[in-house]
C-alpha cells in the first residue's frame, strides 16, 4: 500500500541552528500539506502546495520557515534558525486533488530545539 | 473562523464497552470531516472520511455521523478493544482548498 514517507523520523538541533525536514507524498497526489503538532494538541497547517505552487502558506512564519516543491513531488521544509518553541511534531500529508480531499499523513519527524 | 472541539478530553472505559466520541464545529460550510488515529509519538490514521453531502461512514467496529446543521460529528466504537487505545482527532475540511482544521483529540484507553 503506498504511503507518504518522510525524513529524518527524528531530529535534535541546537536553538539557532539550521533543520530541514523532507517528504515524499503517494505516487500521483498532486496536493502536498505540511502541519505541525505541539505535544498535546491538535496539528495546524503550515503550508499547502497544489502541484509546485503554495496554495496557502497563512500560517507560516515566514521569518525563519521556507518550503519547496519544486518539481511538484517531494518536499523540504527548512527552519531557519531554529527556536525553542519549535520542538513539536512536523506531519507531512497529501490527497489526490481535484474533488478527492481525504488526506493520507505520514510519520511525522519529531523536532527537538535545544 | 472555523473552531473545532473534541469532548471529553480523555476517556478510560473497560474492554468490551460500546462508546461514543464527540465533536463540534462552529462553521457549518464545510466540505468534509475525517477522523483520524494517533499512537504515542507516531503519525495519524485516516478512519473515516464522510463527505458534506452525507450522514454517516461505516468502516468495520467504527461508525461516523456527521450532522453540519447542528455542527457535530460522533465516532461511534462497538465493542471496544486494548488494541483501540490511541488518540482519536476529528477534522474539518473547510473552505475549497481541502484544509484541514483539527480538534485536540479524544485519548481513549480501553482496559482489558
Known amino acids: 500500500e503506498a504511503e507518504v514517507a518522510q525524513s529524518p523520523r527524528y531530529k535534535i538541533t541546537e536553538k539557532s541552528q539550521a533543520v530541514a525536514f523532507w517528504c515524499d507524498p503517494i505516487s500521483g497526489h498532486a496536493t502536498l500539506y505540511w502541519y505541525r503538532q505541539i505535544l498535546g494538541q491538535g496539528p495546524e497547517l503550515l503550508v499547502q502546495?497544489?502541484?509546485?505552487?503554495?496554495?496557502?502558506d497563512s500560517q507560516l512564519p515566514k521569518d525563519r520557515f521556507s518550503a519547496e516543491r519544486l518539481k511538484g513531488v517531494d518536499s523540504t521544509l527548512k527552519i531557519q534558525p531554529a527556536e525553542l518553541g519549535d520542538s513539536a511534531m512536523y506531519l507531512c500529508a497529501s490527497s489526490l486533488g481535484g474533488d478527492s480531499y481525504e488526506q493520507y499523513f505520514g510519520p511525522g519527524t519529531r523536532l527537538t530545539v535545544t | 473562523k472555523q473552531e473545532v472541539t473534541q469532548i471529553p478530553a480523555a476517556l478510560s472505559v473497560p474492554e468490551g464497552e460500546n462508546l461514543v466520541l464527540n465533536c463540534s464545529f462552529t462553521?457549518?460550510?464545510?466540505?468534509?470531516l475525517q477522523w483520524f488515529r494517533q499512537d504515542p509519538g507516531k503519525g495519524l490514521t485516516s478512519l473515516l472520511l464522510?463527505?458534506?453531502?452525507?450522514r454517516e461512514q461505516t468502516s468495520g467496529r467504527l461508525n461516523a455521523s456527521l450532522d453540519k446543521s447542528s455542527g457535530r460529528s460522533t465516532l461511534y466504537i462497538a465493542a471496544s478493544q486494548p488494541g483501540d487505545s490511541a488518540t482519536y482527532l476529528c477534522a474539518v475540511g473547510s473552505g475549497n482548498t481541502g484544509k484541514l482544521i483539527f480538534g485536540q483529540g479524544t485519548t481513549l484507553q480501553v482496559k482489558p
Open positions: 502546495f497544489q502541484d509546485e505552487s503554495v496554495v496557502d
Open positions: 462553521d457549518s460550510a464545510i466540505y468534509n
Open positions: 464522510i463527505q458534506s453531502s452525507q
